[in-house]
């Protein structure tokens, strides 16, 4: 199961940081990533922090602002949003997935079996 917290309403460019915090799982085994939907769009990529690697992708549009992070003793994952924009604005989601998903596959939400229930972002401009 995973819980995401810390959406908000902030302005342009202000920072937000979200949490995910997940149980039923080894959480450091897992690849965690953070995606978001905004109103009439599709499911994007976000951010994802690879298990075995351990290393991090992004996508180009946060690429610099945003910045994932986890603690595996509070099996918990973050997502630090600095320099937020308007279009920065969804609903944003965590997920599990395989560790052994292969990179050209980490960045489809199709790659990622466990879902929290979203946390909404809005920023202002």
């Known amino acids: 199961q995973l819980q995401a917290s810390g959406g908000g309403l902030v302005q342009a460019g202000g920072s937000l940081r979200l949490a995910c915090e997940a149980s039923?799982?080894?959480?450091?085994?897992?690849?965690m990533g953070w995606f978001r939907q905004a109103p009439g769009k599709e499911r994007e990529f976000v951010a994802v922090?690879?298990?075995?690697?351990?290393?991090?992708h992004y996508a180009d549009s946060v690429k610099g602002r945003f910045t994932i992070s986890r603690d595996t003793a509070k099996n918990t994952m973050y997502l630090q949003m600095n320099s937020l924009k308007p279009e920065d604005t969804a609903v944003y989601y965590c997920?599990?997935?395989?560790?052994?998903?292969?990179?050209?596959?980490?960045?489809?939400?199709?790659?990622?079996?466990?879902w929290g229930q979203g946390t909404l972002v809005t920023v202002s401009s």
């Open positions: 922090f690879r298990a075995n690697t351990r290393n991090t």
């Open positions: 039923g799982r080894t959480f450091s085994s897992y690849n």
């Open positions: 997920a599990s997935g395989s560790a052994r998903t292969i990179l050209s596959e980490i960045r489809r939400h199709a790659s990622y079996d466990f």
